[in-house]
């Protein structure tokens, strides 16, 4: 389809607005950490790196900062064990009610965040609470390794999918056991879709909300919890302000790795 | 010394991984057994019990859930006016957002799959995904910025005798559509860009102009791949309330509603959850008459 100049013209000028739409909003955050003022007027009054010592020595955002880390540390934990268990059944098995597995693995991310929330919330009370067992960070880990099971999952699955089986009867016919077929030619096989699926379950983690309200116990503020505690107040506007600045900084880091990710994919499946 | 080498296949190793390998069934039970625990039971047993719940209902006076089964709770949802009016609300926004990113994202998408030059394409691609890194509350923050009093909206409108929308249910559309544009982007790029190029030289060799070559060519093959973009504009605006709750004012959609509800009356938070649930039932359902669940 041969498009007129005009039209290119327009179009470019389309995507560049739609770029801008995307972009404005992430270069806001990034300057308004530099505000002075506290509220959020445009333009800014002046610049200042005050308030970045400030929230370099807030202890609530700090502490905050750790908590996520942990939680997204033993979700992607366990997330990484169960979706991949459940990727090698699906992947190299048949069995009845295969296409029920692959949909209940999906459900908890398909479904709104404050179904799942409220449901594992009273679940929660029903049967820790008579244990003794309260809320806390481990019900936390709990709730966000349900919904990332479903990227570890998907990542490892469309692995094995592209990866028959063969390479494994191959080992196996040269002498190597079940085990030793595992370690050496299918664990190398999947070792970089694992490694993205635990980047993304780590991603998906560290940045939830809504799941995270209704499994943390008092006294668990995970960070964007701490963010949404406390973005109405104006007194903290000025740190909530540079810790956005500095969650939208730290965004290009899994940019990277997923990046470095795929171009490792690119050349294995070149074998 | 009477003891030798175990000879191969002798190892307990050897012996585990022999069975393992004979036996599939008992491989596959292995594999399945957590994973199963964890999501049918823990996750999938707490579904139904909050699904029985929603019949269930509340004393009034100690808030103490009563375990007796009516349909009053449906009931009321269907006809208590506010419940009806936030679920049409709901509804429409999800549907609102969906159209705005459909329109924002075709022009966008169809200058990164076909117009640009072939080498910044992947570069594009990333600048797409990039804000999906950012986080959710991060972005919901900016436009709380962009949209508070004297905020960047004002100060951009002012010349024009206009202001910004500032808090409600605009802004709330707005948001929305700002988070879940990426989704839409993506499968409309991916798409134009594996249009075979000879489908559209064959058009316009059977003298279709391009608009003609648009609708009737280019529009039909990429379809299923908007309403694949569509199904997670629609099912994750239907299901949100922190956007509302920071940007929306006073503005309350369905999931405000369940939010409201879940301290003093459980079984009418239950029964009201559904509601997203089988509307987005309902929506993939007839998403899948155009064939976009395939491409997901």
Known sequence: ?271 | MTATQPAAGRTPVRRLAGLLHRRRRLRLSLLLTAPLLWLAVLYLGSLAVLFVSAFWTTNSFTSEVVKVWSTDNFHALLTTPVFRQVILRSIGVALAVTVLCAVIAFPLAFCTARVARPRWRPLLVVAILTPLWASYLVKVYAWRLILSQGGLADWMLKPFGLSGPGFGLPAAVITLTYLWLPYMILPIHTALEQLPANLLDASADLGARPGRTFRSVVLPMVLPSVAAGSVFTFSLSLGDYITVQIVGGKTQLIGNLVYSNIELNLPMAAALGTVPVVVIVLYLLAMRRTGALSSL
């Open chain 1, 1 to 271: 389809m041969q498009l007129s100049r005009s039209a290119r013209i327009a179009l470019r000028i389309a995507a560049g607005i739609g770029f801008a739409i995307i972009y404005v909003p992430l270069a806001l955050v990034l300057v308004n950490s530099f505000n002075p003022d506290r509220s959020a007027s445009w333009p800014p009054p002046g610049w200042t790196f005050h308030w970045w010592s400030t929230a370099w020595e807030n202890a609530g955002a700090r502490n905050a900062v750790w908590v996520s880390v942990k939680a997204g540390l033993g979700a992607t934990a366990i997330a990484l064990v169960l979706g991949t268990l459940i990727a090698f059944a699906v992947a190299r098995h048949r069995f009845f009610g295969r296409n029920a597995v692959s949909f209940v693995v999906v459900l908890p991310i398909a479904l709104p965040g404050i179904v799942t929330g409220i449901a594992l919330n009273s679940a929660f009370g029903t049967v820790l609470k008579p244990l003794g067992v309260g809320l806390g960070l481990f019900t936390v880990i709990v709730g966000h390794a349900t919904f990332c099971i479903v990227v570890v999952f998907n990542n490892v699955v469309a692995r094995l999918r592209r990866t028959s089986g063969s390479y494994e009867e191959a080992a196996m016919d040269l002498g190597a056991h079940t085990f030793r077929a595992f370690v050496d030619v299918t664990f190398p096989l999947v070792r970089s879709a694992l490694l993205a699926g635990a980047l993304l379950a780590f991603a998906l983690s560290f940045d939830e909300v809504v799941v995270t309200t209704f499994t943390a116990g008092p006294g668990v503020e995970t960070l964007p919890i701490w963010i949404f505690n406390n973005m109405t107040r104006p007194q903290q506007a000025p740190v909530v302000n540079v810790v956005a600045a500095v969650l939208v900084l730290a965004s290009v880091v899994p940019i990277y790795i997923a990046q470095r990710l795929s171009a490792d994919t690119a050349t294995e499946s070149r074998i």
